[in-house]
């Protein structure tokens, strides 16, 4: 023991085994997960010293013994109820000097208490936990660390997002989390057989498990899989600016998106469409808002909000739709071309849209969806149609092939960089062959 009682002594191969293990620390499998253990987890620098404080105006007489624990520069001090005579204090070996029963029973004190703190600091390691002062100090007094599990994390999250519905964040958004909830506890269930698990436990390897439980399990798509587990990591770098954690588990894990071929329609798929005579007022008001979004660019979200009083005379005395994007507040004006402006008036005076102040008589999403899937069936349109497809089909059919520049298109949009629009907007053969028409012309007669 006297290898370990130098001030502010290190703990080294030989001591850290003698401290645990005794003899048995000579044995070869014993010493091989000593030095397993001390491989793994003690990059931290870790010391501890015992020494006298004196207090102000001290005066004379004996003096407490303090333990200090220091752990990457950072310490923390604990009494350890015992006091000694500063002339009888050796600070180097950091115990009292001499020989007599007074000193050694002091002595053999301390000693304990240095073992306990090593004991500690097996503990945590062993469980693979950052070796801090505080976390030393605490494991050492027989503290229990205050805990914060992952679910408890997301559900947070999501009750401080439900709170800011309508003024930073979207449904669709806090629905997305929602569902990532039931997939991690549906997943902890399986994989754990537990209904949660403490934030400190998460690591790469149960990222990796929870990626793959998403592929297989829940058959989603690449896309959707790196999208839950881009979420996953939103929640916890906000545990590290809680302190929950202090490193984030998935630095370094490589999430890739695959790019999507979007679904659009061209002109001749939206003139059936525009042409197509319903038997009922449910279709014929899915296909009027479709239509509507194909030719203004706005999502689901954005036209169902929208009011009568958004629609303004613009600087060209045209009328204009201006609103704030309902995804991102992101301010949003567009002049309304001929055929949107048409399918507007045809609902100004309906009844729902004169009590609300709406512009259209908006159902659900989901049930929109569903319309639309009979109504691409009704009007032999083999594509699989849904509210999103409108957007995409305003940046490309209705735009960028009547040579809008992508600019334009980008603020008619709300986006707040170009590149977003981009994913927006396809560049199809018609657009190259139209660009690269003048070439043609020039170079017919060769150079």
Known sequence: MNILMGLGCKATFASYMMVFYGDAALTPKVGARVVHLIRLKMKTNFSLLFYLKKRSKYEGGALPIYLRITADGKRVEITTNRTCEPSRWNSKAGRMSGTKEDARDLNAYLDRLQANVYNAHQWIIERQFDVTAERLRDRFLGRKEKTHTLIEAIQQHNAEMEALVGKQYAKGTLSRFRVLERHVSAFMMVKYHVADKDIIQIDQAFIRDFDVYLRTEKTCANNAAVKHIKNLGKILRICITKGWIERDPLLGYKLKTTPMD????NEDEMKRLAAKHFLTKRLTHVRDVFLFCCFTGLSYSDVQSLRSTDIVKGVDGRQWITINRTKTNVRSSLPILPTALEILERYAHHPFCVSHNKAFPIISNQKMNEYLKEIATLCGIDKPLSSHIARHTFATTVTLLNGVPIESVS??????????????????????????EVLHQKYANGL
């Open 411 to 436: 603020k008619m949009m709300g986006h707040t960089n170009i590149r977003t629009t981009q994913q927006y907007a396809k560049v199809l053969d018609i657009k190259i062959s139209k660009d690269m």
């Open 262 to 265: 979007r679904v659009i329609l």
